[in-house]
Nanobody, 117 residues
Framework: QVQLVESGGGLVQPGGSLRLSCAAS????????MGWYREVPGTQRELVAS???????RWIRDFAKGRFTISKNTQATVYLQMNSLEPEDTAVYFC???????????WGRGTQVTVSS
């Protein structure tokens, strides 16, 4: 079992920045990749960015390129630095962890990000 706890969401004005954190605990050695997803009511959850467990590869969705950065430390914590935020970035952001050998995907409870003036 893997437990994920997100933090760092909140209300920010357009053009502002936020840094989301996701701390993993439990069977962290089973994690192959971690990512940040977001969900707007009435739409499907979408992957925003992901990073390999050893940090060797990163992927980021087109709308986030140049604005968002995903990183991780050695203590199984993943960050999403979000700059130049736009109202369209308003969503609940979830941390997800994929496991080796097609094992389960684990999810955090999500953190609300609201971009509004």
């Amino acid at each position: 079992q893997v437990q994920l706890v997100e933090s760092g969401g909140g209300l920010v004005q357009p053009g502002g920045s936020l840094r989301l954190s996701c701390a993993a605990s439990g069977s962290v050695a089973s994690i192959s990749r971690m990512g940040w997803y977001r969900e707007v009511p009435g739409t499907q959850r979408e992957l925003v960015a992901s990073i390999a467990e050893d940090g060797s590869s990163r992927w980021i969705r087109d709308f986030a390129k140049g604005r968002f950065t995903i990183s991780k430390n050695t203590q199984a914590t993943v960050y999403l630095q979000m700059n130049s935020l736009e109202p369209e970035d308003t969503a609940v952001y979830f941390c997800g962890a994929r496991t080796w050998n097609n094992g389960p995907t684990y999810w955090g409870r999500g953190t609300q990000v609201t971009v509004s003036s």
